[in-house]
């Protein structure tokens, strides 16, 4: 069930600092170019009560007016910790003073990941955007969520993906834009907006699991990162311009193989491989005609070493009832 939430007059009939300094609505505005975030939209800000989020939800508070944007804010209580439900009022006590409306809803995360056999991180994860999608799809479809990922985030995301040994795409980190998702402060430092915050008296909450040395995520920020700004003061910028690479690559070798799997297609679906090609490229073939979601890497690798050896008429599970026939240097995706 979704609780939901307007506009509650404070006692006294006014409202606390709402963080309007220049520092928070110059950053907003510029992800918002970055990220094409248009005018006269609806806008669903995803608040966990972090600071993050809080200077996101402050700055684009700030910003509505003159951009025309409906904003509503919504809120996941995961149901880990005894002091969740705390965190959901003081998002929607932040919400009332703004004059915003607001959605909530309470979900069992450790049930859910006990149930799917997957981690409690990705299960909340999942839950979280699926719930932010559902109050998008409420407000119309040209409605956006906005999250406050920071570029300190976007550096540990990279530094993770890297030491899972991620490919390309893993190494250019979380996209500003992604379907209805944006995340126009991943230039910002997650010390610059709390450091606005702070100075501006606007409180927020401290998830005491993000520093739990135990999580992957916490591990990087508490130790990694600050490793490397030893070795470099401007690591997470060196960091970025990384990624900001790997996705140029990431989106030029894309462009390549669509226009190779282009010209491989047959009249009748099939891939030809007889002449293949290089095995990068070849790999990325694959993917596209798969799609959604990918297969392991594993099953790509079987089917370009099937493809380009003797045998033929093998069969090669994909998952999702999805697999690859090879015959006679055909390839062959379907359900």
Same mark, same amino acid.
Do not use: C
């Given at each position: 069930?979704?609780?939901?939430?307007?506009?509650?007059?404070?006692?006294?009939?006014?409202?606390?600092?709402?963080?309007?300094?220049?520092?928070?609505?110059?950053?907003?505005?510029?992800?918002?170019?970055?990220?094409?975030?248009?005018?006269? /939209?609806?806008?669903?800000?995803?608040?966990?009560?972090?600071?993050?989020? &809080?200077?996101?939800?402050?700055?684009?508070?700030?910003?509505?007016?003159?951009?025309?944007?409906?904003?509503?804010?919504?809120?996941?209580?995961?149901?880990?910790?005894?002091?969740?439900?705390?965190?959901?009022?003081?998002? *929607?006590?932040?919400?009332?003073?703004?004059?915003?409306?607001?959605?909530?809803?309470?979900?069992?995360?450790?049930?859910?990941?006990?149930?799917?056999?997957?981690?409690?991180?990705?299960?909340?994860?999942?839950?979280?955007?699926?719930?932010?999608?559902?109050?998008?799809?409420?407000?119309?479809?040209?409605?956006?969520?906005? *999250?406050?990922?920071?570029?300190?985030?976007?550096?540990?995301?990279?530094?993770?993906?890297?030491?899972?040994?991620?490919?390309?795409?893993?190494?250019?980190?979380?996209?500003?834009?992604?379907?209805?998702?944006?995340?126009?402060?991943?230039?910002?430092?997650?010390?610059?907006?709390?450091?606005?915050?702070?100075?501006?008296?606007?409180?927020?909450?401290?998830?005491? &699991?993000?520093?739990?040395?135990?999580?992957?995520?916490?591990?990087?920020?508490?130790?990694?990162?600050?490793?490397?700004?030893?070795?470099?003061?401007?690591?997470?910028?060196?960091?970025?311009?990384?990624?900001?690479?790997?996705?140029?690559?990431?989106?030029?070798?894309?462009?390549?193989?669509?226009?190779?799997?282009?010209?491989?297609?047959?009249?009748?679906?099939?891939?030809?491989?007889?002449?293949?090609?290089?095995?990068?490229?070849?790999?990325?073939?694959?993917?596209?005609?798969?799609?959604?979601?990918?297969?392991?890497?594993?099953?790509?690798?079987?089917?370009?070493?099937?493809?380009?050896?003797?045998?033929?008429?093998?069969?090669?599970?994909?998952?999702?009832?999805?697999?690859?026939?090879?015959?006679?240097?055909? /390839?062959?995706?379907?359900?």
């Amino acid at each position: 069930m979704v609780e939901q939430g307007t506009h509650k007059p404070l006692v006294g009939g006014s409202n606390p600092p709402s963080a309007t300094s220049s520092e928070l609505a110059s950053w907003l505005a510029d992800g918002t170019v970055r990220t094409d975030i248009p005018d006269g /939209i609806s806008l669903v800000l995803a608040v966990s009560g972090g600071p993050d989020s &809080t200077a996101l939800l402050h700055g684009a508070d700030a910003l509505a007016r003159a951009r025309d944007w409906q904003l509503v804010v919504a809120h996941l209580d995961h149901g880990l910790r005894p002091e969740s439900g705390e965190d959901a009022r003081f998002v *929607t006590d932040a919400a009332d003073a703004l004059g915003l409306p607001w959605r909530l809803r309470k979900t069992d995360v450790a049930a859910q990941a006990k149930q799917e056999g997957s981690g409690v991180e990705e299960a909340g994860r999942l839950a979280r955007y699926a719930f932010l999608d559902e109050v998008a799809d409420s407000l119309g479809p040209e409605s956006l969520v906005v *999250t406050a990922h920071t570029a300190d985030d976007q550096a540990e995301t990279v530094l993770l993906n890297l030491a899972r040994g991620s490919g390309q795409h893993g190494l250019r980190g979380m996209p500003g834009r992604r379907g209805r998702v944006v995340r126009p402060l991943l230039h910002v430092r997650r010390s610059a907006l709390r450091g606005v915050l702070d100075a501006a008296g606007i409180g927020y909450r401290l998830d005491p &699991t993000n520093a739990d040395t135990d999580r992957s995520r916490a591990w990087v920020r508490a130790e990694l990162l600050p490793a490397l700004e030893r070795l470099n003061p401007a690591a997470v910028d060196a960091v970025l311009r990384f990624a900001e690479l790997a996705a140029d690559d990431d989106a030029m070798l894309d462009a390549l193989a669509a226009e190779e799997l282009a010209r491989r297609r047959d009249a009748d679906g099939a891939i030809d491989w007889r002449r293949p090609p290089p095995r990068a490229l070849g790999s990325r073939v694959l993917r596209l005609a798969i799609g959604d979601p990918a297969p392991a890497a594993d099953r790509i690798d079987a089917i370009l070493t099937a493809a380009s050896g003797p045998r033929g008429g093998l069969i090669i599970e994909l998952g999702r009832g999805r697999k690859a026939t090879i015959r006679g240097r055909r /390839i062959r995706i379907g359900p």
